[in-house]
């Protein structure tokens, strides 16, 4: 039987502004998707103060997102998230994935453009462009003959031992060839390196954002990543085997451990809050997060 467990989540994201700021509108990505290893028991995405218009949707790739505005002037505001989540196992049996050279042509044979599709996780997206220094470190990584799935794996590995995880190396407008040379990052930096190698090898692959358990089990290592909202990769691995999510700050599949809020082809489409307002001056922002296995 495979593996499951339930988590009772809390995220809040507070912003406090030197002036007050008026005229807000806002885009949350805070609500954890509903998928086939993961069911969103409950959960409510709530504002303090209260929005004077909100709207709950779907975007184009199926995330839920909470479109907010607020017409007063605002000192101070709270994004918060409360829910319990049930994460099952991933199927992992074995590999059928296409030969690394043969996804290019497993890509041309899918002519679908829906959110699914592999044609949208190729090429450059709004934060990620073709980097050659990128491009030469991953495939040294892999070699003729690895299936799909054996590539990323490797490319994940080889990441993980190449990166010392370090959230005060970057910040969250960093570029990923900026912490490829650093080789030292966060979870948003060291996935956004590794799509921008994988697509550069012909495999598609897009950005997740979620959760971390933030209690591990016992007698096992806690994850890096788990203090705030986490960051990890999909990857089309051919069309028998499709969608994999990997890890790799930490080097592994993602799991039970992990809770998906959205995906898309990176940190910009999936940003947990998005939006303009106008003000002067400074602001700060807190963000605190709580994963507990019920």
């Known amino acids: 039987m495979p593996m499951s467990q339930t988590y009772d989540i809390t995220l809040r994201i507070a912003y406090s502004y030197q002036s007050p700021a008026a005229?807000?509108?806002?885009?949350?990505?805070?609500?954890?998707?509903?998928?086939?290893?993961?069911?969103?028991?409950?959960?409510?995405?709530?504002?303090?103060?209260?929005?004077?218009?909100?709207?709950?949707?779907?975007?184009?790739?199926?995330?839920?997102?909470?479109?907010?505005?607020?017409?007063?002037?605002?000192t101070e505001i709270d994004f918060l998230f409360k829910g319990r989540v049930l994460c099952h196992e991933p199927s992992r049996g074995l590999d059928l994935s296409c030969a690394l050279e043969d996804v290019p042509r497993e890509v041309a044979q899918i002519q679908?453009?829906?959110?699914?599709?592999?044609?949208?996780?190729?090429?450059?997206?709004?934060?990620?462009?073709?980097?050659?220094?990128i491009a030469a470190f991953v495939r040294d990584c892999v070699s003729p003959g690895l299936s799909?799935?054996?590539?990323?794996?490797?490319?994940?590995?080889?990441?993980?031992?190449?990166?010392?995880?370090?959230?005060g190396a970057t910040e969250v407008t960093t570029t990923p060839i900026e912490a490829f040379r650093a080789r030292r990052g966060?979870?948003?930096?060291?996935?956004?390196?590794?799509?921008?190698?994988?697509?550069?090898?012909?495999?598609?692959?897009?950005?997740?954002?979620?959760?971390?358990?933030?209690?591990?089990?016992?007698?096992?290592?806690?994850?890096?990543?788990?203090?705030?909202?986490?960051?990890?990769?999909?990857?089309?691995?051919?069309?028998?085997?499709?969608?994999?999510?990997?890890?790799?700050?930490?080097?592994?599949?993602?799991?039970?451990?992990?809770?998906t809020v959205a995906f898309g082809r990176d940190y910009s489409d999936v940003a947990p809050v998005k939006g303009s307002l106008r003000s002067s001056g400074s602001h700060k922002t807190t963000h605190h997060v709580d994963v507990v296995p019920v």
Not at 112 to 133: K, V
Not at 150 to 158: C, E, H, K, L, P
Not at 206 to 213: D, E, I, W
């Open 23 to 74: 005229a807000s509108r806002t885009l949350l990505r805070m609500l954890p998707r509903t998928l086939p290893d993961q069911q969103l028991l409950y959960g409510v995405v709530t504002t303090d103060p209260a929005p004077d218009h909100r709207i709950d949707d779907l975007d184009f790739f199926g995330n839920p997102c909470t479109e907010l505005a607020h017409e007063r002037r605002l």
């Open 148 to 167: 799909a799935l054996a590539a990323v794996d490797a490319v994940s590995a080889a990441l993980h031992e190449a990166f010392a995880f370090d959230p």
């Open 112 to 133: 679908s453009i829906a959110p699914e599709s592999p044609h949208h996780f190729l090429g450059a997206s709004p934060r990620l462009r073709p980097e050659p220094e």
């Open 186 to 259: 966060v979870c948003q930096d060291i996935s956004h390196v590794m799509i921008t190698g994988l697509r550069a090898i012909g495999i598609p692959a897009g950005y997740v954002s979620g959760f971390l358990r933030t209690i591990p089990p016992k007698g096992q290592k806690r994850l890096e990543g788990a203090d705030a909202m986490h960051a990890w990769v999909r990857a089309w691995c051919g069309a028998e085997t499709g969608w994999v999510a990997f890890d790799p700050t930490n080097a592994i599949r993602a799991g039970t451990d992990h809770v």
